[in-house]
C-alpha cells in the first residue's frame, strides 16, 4: 500500500486546531474555576466582616467544594463552625485536615493544634490533653502548653498544671512562680499535716514575695499546736507582703493574742496603718487593744480615728454599734439598717472581670484569673 504523504499534510493543520481549540478549553475552565473559588471565598469573607457568619459559612462551604484541596479554607471554616458552638462540625473539618497524605509538617501542626481547641470549646478535656501533647516540640509547643495549663487547672489537676508551669518557666515564657505557689498551695490543701507543711514551705521559696503560702502555712501550724511558729510565719508574711497586710493582720492579730506577743504586733499593725489606712489593719489594732485593756472606749476611738482620716461607712457603723444613742430604743433598727448598707462595701473585687464575694479568693470564681483580688475591701478601692 502506498502511503499517500498529502494526508499527512492536510492533518497537520487539523491536528494543530485541535490541540489549541483543547489548550484553549481547559485554560478556560481553569481560569472559571480560579475565578469561582476566589469569588466565593471574597463573598464568605465579606460576610464575616458584616458578622453574618450562616451566610459566611455557606459561602465557605461552597468554595471548599470548587477547591476541596485549599487548607485555608478548611482553616476559615473550622474557625468558624468553632466560633459559633458546632464544635462536632469544626472536629469533622480539621480531622478530615489531619487526615489528608498531602498536608504539609506546619499545616498538620496547626491542624493539630485547632483540633486541640475544638475539644477544649467542647468540654472533652482528656481529648484536649490528648491532642495538645502532641503539639511537644513543634511551633505551637508554647500555644499548647499555655492551653494545658489551663485545661488542668478547670480539672484540678494541680500535680500536672505546676510540671507544664515549670516548663513554661524554664522555657522563659514569661514568670510562672507566682502561679507554680498557688499549685503547691492547692496540692498542700488534701494532704497530712506533715507533707502539707513541705509542699508550703517549697512555695515559699518559689514566690517569696507571695502572701499566700505563709498564711496556709500558719493556718497548719496553729492546727498542730505550733502557735509560736505560726506568729513567726505571719509576722515574717507581714513583711514580706506588706501591701497583703489587710488579709494578714486578722490572723496576726488573733496569733499575737494566743502567743502573749501583742506589744510587738500592736505596734507593727500601727506602723502600717500610720501610711496606709486599712479597715482589716484597724480591726486589728482594735482586737489587740481590747485583748489588753478590756472592750473600752479607748479602744473604740481607732474608729473615729479612720473617720478623721477616711469617710467610711463601715468604720462608721462598727464605732455606732457599741455607743448608746440618745434614742436606745431605735438603736437595733438604727444597726440593722447600717449594717446592712455597708454589706456590699465589705466585699472583695476582682479586678480582672468585677466578679464581687464575701471572702478574698486567690483565683477569681468568675473568670478563673490569679492574683486578681485585691487585699483591701470595695469601700477602699
Request: contains cysteine.
Amino acid at each position: 500500500m502506498v502511503f499517500d504523504i498529502s494526508w499527512l499534510l492536510l492533518g497537520l493543520p487539523v491536528a494543530f486546531v485541535l490541540g489549541w481549540m483543547a489548550s484553549r478549553l481547559d485554560i478556560r475552565q481553569l481560569r472559571l474555576e480560579n475565578h469561582q473559588a476566589p469569588k466565593a471565598y471574597f463573598k464568605g469573607l465579606n460576610f464575616l466582616l458584616n458578622e453574618q457568619q450562616d451566610q459566611a459559612i455557606d459561602a465557605f462551604i461552597e468554595a471548599v467544594q470548587s477547591d476541596p484541596d485549599t487548607s485555608e479554607l478548611h482553616f476559615a471554616l473550622g474557625n468558624l463552625f468553632r466560633r459559633r458552638g458546632e464544635y462536632e462540625r469544626a472536629v469533622r473539618v480539621h480531622e478530615h485536615l489531619l487526615s489528608r497524605g498531602d498536608l504539609s509538617k506546619a499545616d498538620r501542626h496547626r491542624a493539630q493544634h485547632a483540633l486541640a481547641m475544638d475539644y477544649l470549646k467542647a468540654g472533652l478535656l482528656d481529648r484536649a490533653e490528648e491532642s495538645l501533647l502532641k503539639l511537644e516540640g513543634t511551633a505551637f509547643e508554647a500555644q499548647a502548653r499555655l492551653a494545658l495549663l489551663a485545661n488542668y487547672e478547670r480539672s484540678r489537676d494541680w500535680t500536672h498544671a505546676a510540671e507544664i508551669a515549670q516548663k513554661l518557666e524554664n522555657s522563659e515564657h514569661g514568670s510562672f512562680s507566682p502561679r507554680l505557689a498557688h499549685y503547691l498551695c492547692e496540692q498542700a490543701v488534701s494532704m497530712d499535716p506533715d507533707i502539707a507543711k513541705a509542699l508550703l514551705r517549697q512555695a515559699i521559696q518559689t514566690a517569696p514575695n507571695a502572701p499566700r503560702p505563709r498564711l496556709d502555712l500558719a493556718s497548719v501550724l496553729n492546727s498542730t499546736g505550733q502557735s509560736a511558729q505560726a506568729l513567726s510565719i505571719l509576722e515574717e508574711a507581714a513583711t514580706e507582703s506588706p501591701t497583703a497586710l489587710p488579709l494578714i493582720a486578722g490572723p496576726l492579730a488573733q496569733s499575737a493574742i494566743a502567743n502573749g506577743q501583742i506589744a510587738r504586733v500592736l505596734q507593727l499593725l500601727k506602723n502600717h496603718y500610720a501610711s496606709s489606712p486599712s479597715i482589716d489593719v484597724l480591726e486589728g489594732i482594735v482586737a489587740l487593744e481590747a485583748a489588753t485593756q478590756g472592750p473600752s472606749p479607748t479602744a473604740r476611738d481607732w474608729y473615729v480615728r479612720h473617720l478623721e482620716r477616711e469617710p467610711s461607712l463601715v468604720a462608721a457603723a462598727k464605732w455606732i454599734a457599741g455607743e448608746k444613742l440618745e434614742h436606745e430604743q431605735f438603736h437595733p433598727q438604727v444597726q440593722r439598717a447600717l449594717d446592712h448598707a455597708v454589706k456590699p462595701l465589705t466585699r472583695y473585687r476582682c479586678a480582672a472581670c468585677g466578679f464581687e464575694t464575701k471572702q478574698h479568693f486567690w483565683q477569681c470564681p468568675g473568670c478563673q484569673a490569679w492574683d486578681s483580688y485585691p487585699a483591701r475591701r470595695v469601700e477602699e478601692l
